[in-house]
């Protein structure tokens, strides 16, 4: 197995030993938006999910859980950042939701960040590319509660598929979940941004747009550790 990261990267957190406490705090939520199919395939990975994002149906559930919605026509995703520590002036959203990303480097490693759980803030530049291929974040300020950080990562827990939470410390009191999304012909960049955690609303926001990026991945090739 080739070493991981290769280049700097933050500490990954360790799992937390209360995971029957978590699983417990688990509810079934049936959340259904109106005319979304993933239609994942293995042998066709590229050009995003089908159907339609009920935009509309999310927007009433994060206005209701206290947080805002942005949609933000996603930008062309070009490897044009060479250096992963660098920001892009072209990014639309604060968090990013698509744009100009790092690429891979010469050999095709480390053109994302390593899906997972950070302490340390991860280069935004890496993670534009992670969801590009289909991948939802979870950041977090400087000032959210630890019990909210809490409850996220227990969200976290159960949705480490695709997945990237790590701290960003500019967000404040505020955490943010962020996507880039294809509806056929229409590109759009996905960003939530609340002060308590709402579990419904973020269920919401990860059936409705994870895993339908431009590039997508097979969820199988999304698991947490990997690249």
């Known amino acids: 197995m080739a070493d991981k990261p290769r280049v700097k990267a933050p500490k990954q ?3 937390s030993t209360d995971d029957s406490a978590r699983r417990r705090r688990m509810l079934t939520i049936a ?3 109106g005319g979304l199919v993933l239609g994942f395939a293995a042998d066709h990975p590229k050009g995003g999910g089908g159907g339609k994002t009920d935009v509309a149906g999310l927007r009433t559930a994060f206005k209701d859980a206290g947080c805002t919605l942005q949609v933000a026509p996603a930008l062309k995703g070009a490897h044009s950042i060479t250096d992963p520590s660098k920001t892009s002036p072209k990014w ?3 968090p ?3 744009g100009p990303h790092y690429g891979f480097n010469p050999n095709g490693t480390v053109g994302t960040v390593i899906w997972g759980a950070y302490d340390q803030e ?3 530049a890496r993670l534009v590319h992670n969801l590009e291929h289909g991948g939802v974040y979870i950041l ?3 000032d959210v509660p630890d019990a909210t950080v809490q409850q996220l990562r227990a ?3 159960d949705h480490k598929t695709g997945t990237v939470m790590a701290p960003l410390d500019r967000l404040g009191d505020k955490f943010a979940l962020g996507a880039w999304v294809v509806d056929g012909d229409t590109h759009n960049g996905f960003l939530a941004k609340c002060t308590k955690f709402d579990e419904g609303a973020a269920s919401t926001f990860f059936r409705s747009l994870q895993f339908r990026g431009p590039e997508r991945f097979d969820p199988g090739q999304l698991q947490p550790g990997g690249q």
């Open 155 to 157: 969200f976290y827990d």
């Open 140 to 142: 977090y300020g400087k």
């Open 122 to 124: 991860v280069e935004l």
């Open 13 to 15: 957190r360790t799992a």
């Open 31 to 33: 959340v259904v938006v």
């Open 96 to 98: 990013p939701t698509s």
């Open 92 to 94: 639309n959203t604060d």
